[in-house]
């Protein structure tokens, strides 16, 4: 039977219903999670045994940049990435290329052999939707959904000028169902605008130019219309002044800005079973962590800021945030963040794009290699630590490294072997730049991440952060039949063996989608279906008539037609609403 299997004995971490290490069978049918099959059903269904080895849900990653139009920017811009990174076709897979910034094919399988089932893409300019979801569409192995690019939209911005919530609200309402996105991403707010200007903002009650609004006006409005709205996720923040000396300061008190703000969370779905409450509660969830939390005044007085926004929240329960690790190596910087980009394409003159998007947003691309000797990166891979070891629950935190930005993300088992071992962490301490030691506190910090902690980091918090615990990140009742099987036997780990660790999740022993194998040792072994999910939210039809009458008229302002904007069901492999009733 399709998508029927048995995984014996393994040893399963599955934090959202509480089960740490237990020695278990986990059972799925027609590839959903079940309590256990037939006598008949077992006798036709695959069955792998997992004894000695850990089984946790498929990897989730809530914050990546793996499609659209500034992925492919970075594609083009580093032909030597492909050089280093290929791959051959085989019967079943395509080629690809690309280290830092691969193609959509490699993107997919490269994930899967890490036992990933779930990736986000971070950043959906509205006019870009169609071609992220092209890219969408074509990455394997991956269920998919994008968040829509928000911060400095025009239309919204007028809208939070005058005061108007309600056609705000339904506004963006309208914008998440036609371009088929899932959640809200606020970049840099009121800042991108001023860029057009050759301009930024560098405080939370700078107004910008011409719409006069400023970023705690944009955060606040859209934490506000998040909830109004019902939201599966909460905002996703990424702070003013990122990249530059003491925005540590400026981050924190972003953060301050939603805590009135109750979460309310509105999806009508069918939830797989779980321990301990699958909805989120947090008004925010900020991103790349790292690269908002530098201290210091100046590139020569630069440190670690992170303390200050990990004390901000542990003490506080209206955040969670994604870390941005850097693992060291080549890395392609890209955001919307066109203002962040530039300056940093003055500090290093590599090469660099910049694009505005019409009335929207903008973004930036620029290659980057982070040195174990240059005191900076070697503060800044600190730095992605110290936010994931210092927030004392790990249900707050979910590792990253804004692939590509800090690194690429196949770089996460050894982000991984950092987190759970002091000895990988002192011996890389022996390789970097002293500022590492001197400027960061990380090599005081004796914490170990068990197992658990790694399953929490990095499948069962980010899904439930993204309001996707109906079905991901768990192996509870109903949940999707995908798991991962991991070559390590936690009876035996010995985290002072840490090459043991990166091996171990390098290349899981099986990924299981919705209860077939897909990829084994390395090996891609099937290609399944996949899905792309967004929030499909109707507000009343008197608020959005009234709000499309003034969108209709301002869009003379666009290069494109209005029938060409919205992105048409084709778009997208296998569409999957997620569907809420906004009560405005
Ligand atoms: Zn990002």
């Known amino acids: 039977m399709a998508g029927t299997i048995a995984i014996k004995n393994g040893h399963v971490f599955d934090p959202l219903n509480e089960i740490n290490g237990d020695k278990m069978d986990i059972f799925i049918r027609n590839g959903k999670v079940v309590t256990e099959l037939s006598a008949s059903e077992l006798k036709d269904a695959k069955e792998i045994d997992a004894s000695g080895k850990t089984v946790m849900p498929g990897g ?74 092209e890219e969408m569409r074509s990455t394997p192995m991956l269920d998919m959904g994008g968040y829509l690019v928000l911060g400095n939209n025009w239309f919204l911005m007028r809208y939070l000028k005058e005061g108007d919530m309600e056609k705000a609200a339904a506004y963006v309402a309208w914008m998440m169902k036609t371009h088929k996105t899932y959640g809200i991403k606020c970049v840099n707010p009121a800042g991108v605008e001023n ?15 011409h719409f006069e609004v400023t970023p705690e006006d944009i955060i606040k409005g859209l934490t506000e219309i998040n909830e109004m709205l019902g939201f599966p996720m909460p905002v ?15 981050t924190r008190d972003s953060l301050k800005i939603p805590k009135p703000v109750k979460a309310r969370p ?5 939830w797989a079973e779980t321990k301990v409450n699958p909805k989120r509660h947090e008004s925010v969830y900020l991103t790349h962590c790292q690269f908002n939390a530098f201290g210091g005044t100046s590139w020569r007085d630069f440190e670690s800021g992170v303390k200050g926004i ?10 969670v945030m994604d870390s941005g690790c850097v693992p060291f190596g080549d890395a392609t910087v890209m955001t919307g963040d066109g203002p962040a980009i530039h300056d940093l ?140 099987i991991y070559d390590i ?3 035996k780990l010995e985290v002072s063996d840490y090459e043991s660790i ?83």
């Open 195 to 209: 860029w057009g200007w050759g301009e930024n903002v560098s405080a939370l009650d700078q107004a910008n130019i």
């Open 236 to 250: 996703h923040l990424h702070a003013n002044n990122l990249g530059h000396p003491g925005c540590w300061e400026i």
């Open 310 to 319: 990990t004390d901000y929240v542990n003490n506080h329960e209206h955040v």
């Open 60 to 133: 989730v990653d809530s914050h990546s940049h793996v499609a659209g139009a500034k992925v492919n920017v970075g594609r083009m811009m580093r032909p030597e990435d492909h050089y280093k990174f290929y791959q051959k076709k085989t019967p079943i897979t395509h080629s690809g290329c690309g280290y830092s910034v691969p193609s959509v094919y490699l993107g997919g399988y490269e994930y899967s052999k890490m036992g990933y089932t779930t990736v986000f893409e971070a950043a959906v300019p509205p006019m870009e939707a169609r071609h992220t979801h």
């Open 345 to 484: 394409y003055v500090l290093t003159g590599h090469k660099w794009s910049n694009t505005d998007v019409e009335c929207e947003c903008g973004s930036g691309v620029l290659p980057f290699t982070y040195l174990k000797n240059n005191p900076v990166h070697s503060v800044q891979w600190a730095m992605g630590l110290e936010v994931l070891l210092y927030v004392d629950d790990p249900w707050k935190v979910i590792m990253t490294t804004d692939s590509p930005n800090g690194g690429p993300f196949i770089k996460y088992p050894q982000v991984i072997a950092w987190l759970m071992s002091n000895k990988a962490r002192q011996d890389t301490f022996n390789e970097c730049h002293k500022w590492a030691q001197d400027r960061t506190d990380l090599s005081a910090e004796a914490r170990e991440m068990s197992l658990y902690d790694i399953a929490t980091i990095t499948r069962a918090n980010s899904a439930r952060t993204i309001g996707m615990s109906h079905s991901k990140g768990t192996l509870g009742i109903g949940a999707d039949g995908d798991v991962a």
């Open 502 to 584: 990166i091996r171990g999740f390098e290349n899981a022993a099986y990924t299981i989608k919705e209860g077939q194998v897909v990829s084994q040792k390395g090996e891609i072994v099937a290609i399944p279906e996949k899905k792309t999910y967004y929030t499909d939210i109707s507000t009343s039809a008197d608020d959005e008539k009234n709000m499309l009458d003034d969108v209709k008229n301002w869009f003379k302002y666009y290069t494109i037609g209005f029938n060409n904007y919205p992105t048409p069901d084709k778009y997208l492999a296998n569409p999957t609403p997620i569907k809420i009733d906004a009560e405005v």
């Open 489 to 491: 036997d936690p009876t």
């Open 266 to 270: 509105n999806t009508s779905v069918e």
